[in-house]
């Protein structure tokens, strides 16, 4: 697999996780919604390992070179995620989804056409 399939790939996978994601959330109206949906609560934790997890299979050099995107902050949630489940506050979860994940998704989706047009 190639520098950039390998790439791709991760990304295409991210981007399949924010959208499982805003969808697992769409119904809920707040935070609170959203933590009492706990099949969707549950659902949505999973996609953030997800992220974490092709963040990580994404070469040092890559990330150096799209500097912008915050991956050691991302594979650091996924971490909490992962290691503190219990822990997680579901204002911090619901704020991450509606005013972060939105940018990210944008961002890579970038990316995605960066590389494929190469």
């Known amino acids: 697999m190639s520098y ?9 996978t991210i981007i399949e996780s ?8 769409s119904s809920s109206k ?13 659902a949505t934790m999973i996609h953030f390992i997800n992220i974490g997890e092709m963040i990580e299979r994404i070469s040092p050099q890559f990330k150096e070179s799209y500097s ?23 204002d911090e979860l619901w704020d991450i989804i509606t005013n972060h994940l939105p940018t990210l998704k944008t961002n890579i989706n970038a990316l995605i056409k960066d590389i494929e047009t190469v």
């Open 68 to 90: 912008h995107i915050p991956w050691r902050e991302i594979k650091d949630f996924r971490n909490l995620v992962s290691h503190n489940y219990f822990g997680i506050d579901a």
């Open 30 to 42: 707040n935070a609170d919604d959203f933590y009492h949906d706990s099949k969707s609560f549950d």
């Open 18 to 25: 924010i959208e499982k994601i805003n969808l697992y959330s």
């Open 4 to 12: 950039m399939s390998k790439e791709l790939l991760a990304l295409k």
